[in-house]
């Protein structure tokens, strides 16, 4: 938990890198010993927020990541929040900045 409260608050990009990836590793054990709603129930309503925050373009692109990574490991855990990832695609498609264009490609 202290690793997801820390991510959104990172602005070094390396730095922010390490952490999206420190979760998603995180996240493949989790998926891979079963549910994760049971053993991580703060994990895709965070990733979700993430990236619906207007905050930054790095919150897009960090949750797009977590998705992609997460999605490697268990797409039907990602089921119920597909609208939210597609909305946040779409948005950052439809954005006028370049790097929220290149977050969800």
């Known amino acids: ?3 997801l ?3 959104p608050n990172l602005t070094d990009k390396v730095m ?3 952490a999206v990836d420190a ?3 995180i996240a493949a054990r989790v998926f891979r010993s079963g549910s994760v709603e049971g053993k991580w129930p703060d994990l895709l309503p965070f990733v979700v927020k993430l990236m619906q925050s207007n905050k930054s373009v790095a919150h897009l692109a960090s ?8 999605a490697e490991y268990a ?3 990602l089921t119920p929040v597909f609208p939210a990832i597609h909305t946040a695609l779409q948005a950052g498609y439809r954005s ?3 790097q929220a264009k290149i977050a969800t490609v």
């Open 16 to 18: 922010r890198r390490i």
């Open 96 to 98: 006028p900045n370049l």
């Open 75 to 77: 797409v039907d855990e």
């Open 63 to 70: 949750g797009l990541e977590l998705v992609a990574t997460l």
């Open 23 to 25: 979760v998603g590793q």
């Open 5 to 7: 409260s820390l991510l």
């Open 1 to 3: 938990k202290t690793l």
